[in-house]
């Protein structure tokens, strides 16, 4: 079916019910994954643009809104949400319902509207993770009935029909945790051992499990139900799963030798999945709208690679002859079922690349604010365009890409040990598909880096992102007749990037006019950049300067995390790579600590630095002398 330039008129759940029929069209039906047939969607959403909503103009918006880019994305975009076919419905809901259920109360509406703009909670995130006491029906009649909307009325309103945020879930302790790890004793630097162990010490503070009344009266709650009641959160304000939070949640916890407790995380997932066709962007209704980087496949076959490292063979096949569907049906929604997959010129021929997307009948700047948290790179300078509005849908992002090239390949991968040539021979066509597509239209000669591309301008993005260089990582263009001098090049342009600074690698090289706005700018240094980065220059086929490399972005960036521990006494959700030890900020929340991400990536390099025979070590002395400096800006780590 060919892209069309017509604005999308039908809703997305008209598109999962689509997808029902061709992926579940008879119990015994073979599913086929098409891969070339996307829905009809705008292949730019520039045809929609009214007057360009400039980057301060978009921050307003969501500030005068109520503090927080919440509010947007409660209050407008989720409104939007696709419905959610648990496990206890028959079939997918109907976008018209009889019975208001949570959606009704804290995704639209007056009730919400009201309540967040009443200035009522300092953070709007706390209101729409509060559980109903009374049926949603008995709420919005109670809501209507009030006498007027002042403060005090609202809060008895609140205090009467509310349960506080985070009361619908509770402390649980994962049943294979151990307190010691071989992680640990396999750490020589007795002081780095100690950080080891504490970081695996906060798996139990980050693990949650669904309260009972979940379960019991599910339309009461926006969080969403799970088959296994084991929730590893990031932390923080984040009481609930992010989709690509739990890549590096569930690598730290294989790290662990949680493999249980990651199968189950990783199931929780799955389950998501097959219920709305893709993962949701968190465990909550008002996420339902949209996704993030689609990182499953690689969760799953992480998984199957440790059952199987275990002898687990059985419980391995099983979890293989169980998602394999699941997963095909996840990104035939981001080929096929969503307008995520676009065409794309490049010099010789057309290509079908993806983006990010959020469709609906909302203004554009929040359907764009929308697609810019499906990136997880909410929100960033990247995004924006000539004009200062935020221009996400009509980007086609590198990481994006490479992730669902890996996806491809691991696909491939996997249908051939589940005996399917067929379906294999087809992932791995659509993987070379892609890795071409991406050097005729992401590849910059000029500029030796991969770089993101503007549909509507035909240009490409910022130069010196931290994501122009992520195709360091993985198998998308293993055997490319380019791969080997675009490699070169590309670690050439790295070095003198600029992104690699003390505390780590930066998300971008080059300040921004107001530093501090996005959180994904300069100079924060996040927890999936260094991983990635990290693994990359460390695969199979990596010479000895490359391999380096890896292990000095891994001592910079377990030292900045170590000395904020030393400091604060917590992990933190992103650093400031400029100085060592120092916390990151910007963004529309306070910091955040916990923090899953980090903790995962931390563990995954110590585990795979604990394997050499010359681990890093702490130096007691530089560490004396870095207490008198309060733990910043010191080089403790050899």
Not at 264 to 272: A, I, M, R, S, T
Not at 594 to 621: C, K, Y
Request: net charge negative; glycine share 6%; aromatic share 10%.
């Amino acid at each position: 079916m060919a892209v069309t330039d017509a604005i999308v008129g039908d809703s997305v759940a008209a598109a999962s019910d689509e997808m029902d029929r061709a992926l579940h069209g008879g119990e015994d039906d073979e599913v086929h994954v098409e891969l070339l047939a996307p829905r009809p969607c705008p292949i730019s959403p520039s045809v929609q643009r009214r007057r360009p909503l400039s980057a301060p103009a978009a921050s307003s918006l969501w500030l005068t809104l109520a503090g927080t880019t919440l509010v947007v994305v409660v209050m407008t975009l989720v409104a939007t949400h696709l419905p959610s076919t648990q496990k206890t419905t028959s079939a997918m809901t109907s976008a018209i319902d009889s019975d208001p259920d949570a959606c009704d109360v804290f995704c639209q509406g007056d009730v919400l509207r009201t309540i967040q703009l009443s200035g009522l909670f300092n953070v709007s995130k706390d209101f729409v993770d509060m559980p109903l006491r009374a049926s949603p029906a008995d709420v919005l009649a109670a809501f209507n009935a009030l006498p007027d909307h002042t403060l005090p009325t609202l809060r008895r309103f609140v205090d009467r029909y509310f349960d506080p945020p985070g009361s619908d879930i509770e402390p649980t302790v994962p049943s294979d945790f151990k307190p010691e790890p071989p992680l640990v004793s396999e750490i020589k630097d007795p002081i780095l051992r100690e950080f080891a162990s504490a970081i695996h010490g906060f798996w139990k503070e980050l693990s949650f499990r669904p309260c009972a009344d979940v379960d019991v009266h599910p339309m009461r709650h926006t969080l969403l139900r799970t088959r296994h009641p084991i929730m590893i959160v990031p932390g923080g304000r984040f009481r609930e799963t992010y989709y690509w939070d739990t890549y590096w949640i569930v690598r730290g916890l294989l790290a662990c030798d949680m493999v249980e407790t990651a199968r189950h995380v990783v199931e929780n997932l799955l389950d998501h999945a097959e219920d709305n066709h893709f993962v949701p962007n968190g465990g909550r209704r008002y996420y339902l709208s949209r996704s993030q980087p689609p990182l499953l496949t690689l969760m799953v076959a992480d998984v199957y690679d440790a059952l199987m490292s275990r002898s687990q063979r059985n419980d391995a096949a099983n979890l293989l002859h169980y998602s394999l569907g699941i997963l095909d049906g996840e990104y035939s929604w981001w080929m096929k079922y969503s307008c995520h997959a676009v065409p794309v010129d490049g010099q010789d021929r057309r290509y079908l690349l993806n983006r990010y997307w959020s469709g609906s009948d909302k203004p554009r700047p929040e359907i764009e604010i929308a697609a810019t948290a499906e990136s997880g790179w909410d929100f960033s300078n990247r995004w924006l365009s000539a004009l200062g509005d935020f221009a996400t849908r009509s980007t086609i992002p590198v990481d994006l890409n490479l992730f669902l090239c890996n996806v491809e390949s691991t696909l491939h991968r996997m249908h051939k040990l589940a005996g399917s040539a067929k379906q294999a021979a087809t992932y791995d066509e659509a993987r070379r598909d892609r890795a071409d597509g991406m050097f005729a239209v992401l590849w910059s000669k000029s500029d030796s880096q991969w770089m993101d591309y503007n549909m509507d301008s035909k240009t490409h993005g910022q130069a010196a992102l931290a994501s122009n260089f992520l195709p360091l990582w993985g198998k998308c263009f293993q055997g490319h007749p380019r791969q080997t001098q675009t490699q070169a090049a590309l670690l050439k342009s790295f070095a003198n990037s600029g992104l690699l600074q003390v505390g780590g690698v930066a998300t971008s090289s080059t300040p921004p006019i107001i530093v501090g706005k996005y959180q994904w700018d300069w100079p924060n240094a996040w927890a999936p950049v260094q991983h990635l980065l990290f693994e990359g220059l460390r695969q199979e086929g990596r010479d000895t300067n490359e391999k380096q490399l890896a292990r000095e972005i891994a001592r910079r960036w377990i030292q900045t995390v170590f000395l904020a521990y030393k400091r604060t006494g917590a992990i933190h959700e992103k650093y400031d790579a400029t100085r060592v030890g120092a916390v990151g900020s910007g963004g529309e929340y306070v910091e955040q600590v916990g923090f899953g991400w980090t903790n995962g990536a931390v563990l995954s390099m110590l585990s795979d630095l604990a394997r050499e025979e010359h681990q890093f070590r702490v130096d007691v002395d530089a560490l004396r002398k870095c207490h008198d400096q309060k733990y910043y800006d010191c080089q403790v780590i050899v």
